[in-house]
């Protein structure tokens, strides 16, 4: 029960307010199920559909390499422990991805409430519910949604454990946080929630805490939840001699202090809302310290005042460590530490924003209550409404209040199940490797059908090699794309001029192409379709014919070519 003192009516609003914001947050991306419109980059053009072959591999528990999906081992895909997975096994994959959601909410909710009404800040419970609505709206990368969300969450539990007194009570504190590690992700998060930790130890141990010790406790506990819950990946990178395109990755280094403005301006694209927060929020923070400790005389307590110092040292330092990763120096050195070059470091700033967060739960103490909640319903209201790469929420409120204009396309038009099946029965399709042109090669994945092509930024080197053979002739007479893909190439796609794939988030026509492949090297994997979103100008040269076509809303049509010696 929250208090709601003398003060009933405006909490009681209040609470309504919040409460009701998150179901139209919620119902609005859920309500449409297929015909929603869902992220497609680093989504359901990945993730979404990793998820999907995994559990149709029978490989779950087990290993061994996904012949349908370039070759890909069992052990790059995430490990049967971790509870995304767990929801993808469990539930069709739509329903999966709307439970991760609803998770998403309901975790990042509890955990901020009680990281800001924990002795240590206090902070109202009505408001402290509503930074935690504010702070569990805000868009994010899907594949890492219950890690994001489960940052305060980690946090309190180690709060918790340093407070208490009573020794069954700080177990199961442990137990809890060690639990925790398996909803999280390493890579993602967890990385950097340990590294957080490490420095609040640092900073306790020098200042004599007591108690310090059990924050080491905590992140060795911690660390070992990750191990055990990302054990396929550490087997395969230390046991496993695996050698993932990862190793030719070129990166260009750039300077220190122009990445450090781009770090705190901008962010990391996958939270690209992270900079509005910073311009937004960081604002606000400043109005609220000046109005309380300069017009209104409010001091911080010891406690709050350390804090505030502290998040801001380690955002400062966070964003230092960001731009190092960036420049020459750092490069060379991941050259000879592999396992650094598995972390993208600019992803500090995931974390960032939850001590942006907890810094405006400090500071909104000793604010005015009905300003405060004021102040919170409209960052609710902003994080929302934001337009941001990753924010389902506001392209199907556009969508439903009719302001889209069809701009993007939904969950069921992305994927054409039935356009795939209809096409599949007609040429009696038994598993035959096939590769996509003009759009992502997921949908195929997604429809049961064995490719060639593919994203995967873990692929074997050896898989993106001979992928390269096979599109080579693109790439020599594509400067842009032969550079792309050689320095990353993550993404083996059967490129063409026009980047085709890049529209398919969008409603569009796609003008007939001209195809260069290395047909010999389709042949010799093992090639026999290529499906296409564009009319094939060179089919003929290609020794290819045309099998089949069908419509494809949004796109059209599809056009369906076999190699002719296989007719």
């Known amino acids: 029960m929250f208090y709601l003192g003398n003060d009933k009516r405006i909490s009681a609003l209040a609470l309504f307010l919040f409460s009701s914001l998150l179901i139209i947050f919620l119902i609005t991306q859920i309500l449409p199920w297929e015909n929603a419109i869902i992220t497609v980059h680093d989504n359901l053009d990945s993730n979404h559909v990793y998820y999907k072959t995994l559990m149709e591999s029978g490989l779950l528990y087990s290993g061994g390499d996904l012949d349908s999906f370039l070759e890909l081992d069992r052990n790059t895909f995430p490990s049967e422990l971790n509870l995304a997975t767990q929801l993808y096994n469990i539930f069709p994959p739509l329903t999966a991805y709307y439970s991760i959601l609803i998770l998403k909410v309901l975790i990042a909710v509890t955990g901020m409430y009680l990281c800001l009404t924990s002795d240590l800040i206090k902070l109202d419970k009505t408001v402290a519910f509503g930074v935690g609505c504010a702070f569990a709206v805000l868009p994010g990368h899907p594949a890492s949604y219950l890690a994001q969300s489960s ?23 442990l137990f809890v946080l060690f639990s925790l590690s398996f909803l999280s992700s390493l890579f993602l998060y967890g990385v950097f929630v340990l590294i957080t930790l490490s420095f609040l130890f640092l900073f306790l141990f020098l200042l004599k805490y007591e108690k310090s010790s059990r924050i080491a406790i905590s992140i060795i506990i911690l660390s070992l939840g990750f191990i055990i819950s990302e054990y396929r990946i550490f087997e ?95 490069y060379s050195m991941a050259e000879n530490y592999k396992l650094i070059s598995l972390l993208n470091w600019s992803r500090f700033t995931f974390i960032m924003s939850f001590f942006l967060y907890i810094m405006l739960g400090v500071l909104l103490c000793d604010f005015n209550k009905f300003l405060s909640l004021l102040f919170v319903i409209l960052l609710i209201s902003f994080n929302m409404m934001k337009p941001a790469v990753y924010n389902d929420f506001k392209k199907n409120f556009d969508n439903m209040t009719g302001e889209s204009n069809q701009k993007y396309v939904t969950y069921k038009e992305f994927y054409g199940e039935e356009v795939f099946s209809n096409l599949k029965n007609k040429i009696n399709y038994n598993h035959e490797n096939s590769l996509a042109v003009g759009f992502y090669p997921s949908v195929l994945k997604y429809n049961k059908i064995s490719t060639l092509d593919g994203y995967f930024s873990y692929a074997p080197l050896s898989r993106k090699h001979l992928f390269r053979t096979l599109i080579s002739p693109q790439l020599e007479s594509n400067i842009i794309q032969k550079s792309s893909f050689d320095n990353w190439g993550a993404r083996m796609y059967a490129f063409e001029d026009s980047n085709n794939f890049k529209k398919t988030n969008k409603y569009g026509d796609c003008e007939p192409i001209e195809l260069k492949l290395d047909m010999n090297v389709f042949k010799s994997i093992g090639g026999e379709y290529i499906f296409s979103i564009c009319k094939l100008k060179n089919m003929k040269e290609l020794g290819l014919t045309k099998v089949s076509e069908a419509f494809w809303r949004p796109y059209s049509m599809l056009y369906l070519y076999k190699i002719k010696n296989k007719l």
């Open 151 to 173: 940052v305060p969450l980690i946090f309190y539990m180690v709060y918790f454990g340093f407070k208490v007194n009573n020794l069954k009570m700080y177990i199961a504190s």
């Open 236 to 330: 395969l990178q230390l046991f496993g001699g695996y050698v993932s395109l990862r190793e030719e990755i070129l990166r260009a280094p750039q300077l220190f202090l122009n990445t450090f403005i781009n770090i705190i301006t901008k962010g990391q694209y996958h939270s690209e809302i992270f900079a509005i927060n910073v311009y937004y929020v960081a604002s606000i923070i400043i109005i609220f310290y000046v109005l309380n400790y300069f017009l209104f005389k409010r001091k911080l307590s010891e406690g709050r005042g350390k804090l505030i110092l502290l998040l801001l040292s380690l955002y400062v330092i966070f964003a230092v460590i960001a731009s190092f990763s960036h420049t020459a120096f750092f």
